[in-house]
């Protein structure tokens, strides 16, 4: 078994907590490798013993110690995350689309309808899952919902049916019994 990298941190125990403090959730596992190496200077400590105590791959503990030796603490503190990529839609795009899926009235009947209008309304090409997850995330849209009604429900029809439908004749006829009995 090979014995443990020795590794001498320049910062005080007390530097690297104040550090560790203000570091983002990407930064604070390096900081903390960094404190338990420090914690064992004189004797050294194995890049799994180092893993097991932070909670990470000995691989990262690794590649972090290497990080540190070559360039120190800014060079450990460096990551090359970018964020999040941007989204293919802009404000005007986006609200259209919400206006389009909020609207009774649209008769879209899927995503592939949508695909279909966006396409032809924004002259861009998307994927399918592109749209479908955007609208999931953004709106709450959901797949295959049924309608609450018919978007070319005639309301007087509505009104009228109800008055004639059978429940409500029942209903009629009992109220006027009710009547009658009083």
């Known amino acids: 078994m090979a014995t443990p990298k020795i590794i001498k941190i320049k910062e ?3 530097e690297l907590k104040l550090l560790l403090k203000k570091s983002s ?7 903390r490798m960094l404190i338990e190496v420090k ?3 004189d004797t050294g400590i194995s890049k799994r013993d180092t893993a097991k105590i932070i909670g990470v791959n000995p691989n990262s503990v690794q590649k972090w110690r290497t990080l540190y030796i070559s360039g120190g603490i800014e060079l450990l503190k460096k990551h090359n995350k970018k964020g999040f990529k941007p989204s293919i839609y802009k404000k005007e795009e986006h609200k259209k689309i919400e206006e389009k899926l909020k609207d009774p009235g649209n008769g879209l009947r899927g995503y592939i309808e949508l695909l279909d209008w966006v396409e032809t309304e924004f002259k861009k090409q998307i994927k399918y899952n592109t749209l479908l997850k955007y609208s999931i995330k953004h709106f709450g849209s959901k797949i295959k919902t049924a309608r609450k009604s018919h978007i070319k429900k005639n309301k007087e029809a509505v009104v009228a049916f109800k008055k004639t439908s059978v429940k409500s004749v029942k209903k009629r006829q009992r109220q006027n019994e009710k009547n009658l009995k009083k």
């Open 12 to 14: 005080t125990l007390i």
């Open 39 to 41: 914690k064992n200077e």
């Open 25 to 31: 959730p990407l930064i604070a596992p390096r900081i």
